[in-house]
C-alpha cells in the first residue's frame, strides 16, 4: 500500500489515498503507522478518500490519531489533503473543498517553488462552537447552554502539582480557562512563560477530567504583543496523540479565546514548537482563517503483511 508522509509544522500524519486503496481497519492502522518504533511513525493517519455521494466537495478527509481514536477535524492535517490532492492530480479546483466530520471546509492551496507543488493553505476553519454542551463540557454550576470564557478554575480542580513543586507559580499560570469547539474540544488557559509548564503531567489530566466527557485538547498560552497583530506563544496537548509540535484547530481556538477575553486582537501570529502560523477571526458567527505550510517528507510503500497482531481492545 503506498503512502506519503506529511506535516504542517511537525504535526506529522501518514497520508492514504482511499480511492487506491481500501483499509478494513482504519483505527489499527492508525495506531500501527503511528509507532515510532515498529511502525513509520507518526501523530496518526489521515485518509484522503472520495466524497460522500450527495456532498458538495472534491475529496473527503478521515483523521485517526495515533491511539486509533477518530477525531473531527486537523487544521494541520487538512492543509496537507490539499497539497496530497493537488499535486497528485486527484483535483485542482481552488479552493478546494475537503468534506470532514466537521463538515465542508475550504482550503486555499498555494504553490511555490522550484517544482511549483503546494507549499502553504489558507483553511476557513468554520465559526467557533462556544456552547458547553456542544463542546461537550458538563461543570458542575455551568449551564450547558453558556459558553465557558475565562472561567475561574475551582480549588476542587486540581491541576497536579507532582511534577515540580510550585509550577504554577513559576510559569505565571492564571487560573481561568476558556473552552472553544472548532469541531473538536480546546481547553485554553493563559500563562506568563509556557516553557514552565509541566506539559507531560498537566496535559493528560486535564485531557481525562471528568467535566470532559469526549476528553479535551489543552493549550498553555503566552501573551507576547496584543498591539497591532497580536502575537502568542503555546504548547499542546492533544487527546488521544499528546504533546505534539503544532495543533491548527487548537492555534485556531486560541485565537478566538485570546480576542473574545480581549487579551488580543486579529489577526495572532501563533509560534508553535514546529513553526508559526497565522490566524484571523472577526468575531461572532464568522470563520476562522489559518494559514500554514504543508510539507511532504517522502512516499514509500506499507507492507501490510508486517503489521503487528493486536491483543484483543
Same mark, same amino acid.
Given at each position: 500500500m503506498g503512502f506519503a508522509k506529511m506535516h504542517g509544522l511537525g504535526n506529522d500524519y501518514v497520508y492514504v489515498d482511499g480511492a487506491q486503496y481500501h483499509v478494513n481497519d482504519p483505527p489499527a492502522l492508525a495506531r500501527w503507522v &503511528?509507532?515510532?518504533?515498529?511502525?513509520?511513525? &507518526?501523530?496518526g493517519l489521515i485518509m484522503v478518500d472520495p466524497v460522500t455521494p450527495g456532498i458538495d466537495a472534491d475529496v473527503r478527509m478521515r483523521m485517526y490519531n495515533a491511539d486509533? &481514536?477518530?477525531g473531527m477535524m486537523c487544521g494541520n492535517g487538512i492543509r496537507c489533503v490539499a497539497k496530497?490532492?493537488?499535486?497528485?492530480g486527484l483535483c485542482d479546483r481552488q479552493p478546494l473543498r475537503v468534506e470532514t466530520r466537521r463538515g465542508v471546509l475550504e482550503v486555499h492551496w498555494m504553490r511555490g517553488g522550484p517544482d511549483g507543488t503546494v507549499h502553504e493553505a489558507t483553511v476557513s476553519m468554520g465559526a467557533p462552537i462556544?456552547?458547553?454542551a456542544r463542546i461537550p463540557a458538563c461543570i458542575p454550576g455551568v449551564s450547558l447552554s453558556a459558553a465557558v470564557v475565562d472561567f475561574a478554575l475551582p480549588d476542587e480542580f486540581r491541576i497536579p502539582a507532582s511534577a515540580s513543586a510550585g509550577w504554577q507559580e513559576a510559569c505565571g499560570l492564571d487560573p481561568r480557562m476558556t473552552l472553544v469547539s472548532m469541531g473538536n474540544p480546546?481547553?485554553?488557559l493563559w500563562c506568563a512563560d509556557v516553557s514552565r509548564v509541566p506539559l507531560d503531567v498537566v496535559g493528560p489530566f486535564m485531557e481525562r477530567h471528568a467535566w470532559f466527557p469526549e476528553r479535551i485538547n489543552?493549550?498553555?498560552?503566552?501573551?507576547? &504583543?496584543a498591539t497591532g497583530r497580536g502575537e502568542v506563544r503555546m504548547r499542546t496537548w492533544e487527546r488521544g496523540s499528546g504533546a505534539t509540535q503544532a495543533c491548527g484547530t487548537g492555534a485556531s481556538a486560541v485565537c478566538v479565546a485570546g480576542v473574545m477575553t480581549g487579551r488580543t486582537i486579529s489577526p495572532v501570529l501563533a509560534h508553535l514548537p514546529g513553526?508559526?502560523?497565522l490566524l484571523e477571526w472577526e468575531g461572532g458567527e464568522s470563520s476562522v482563517q489559518m494559514t500554514g505550510p504543508a510539507v511532504e517528507v517522502f512516499e514509500g510503500t506499507l507492507d501490510l503483511a508486517a503489521q503487528p497482531q493486536e491483543r484483543a481492545r
Open positions: &503511528s509507532d515510532r518504533h515498529v511502525g513509520i511513525g &507518526s501523530d486509533g &481514536s477518530e496530497f490532492a493537488v499535486d497528485r462556544l456552547a458547553a480546546h481547553a485554553v489543552v493549550h498553555f498560552v503566552q501573551l507576547l &504583543s513553526g508559526d502560523l
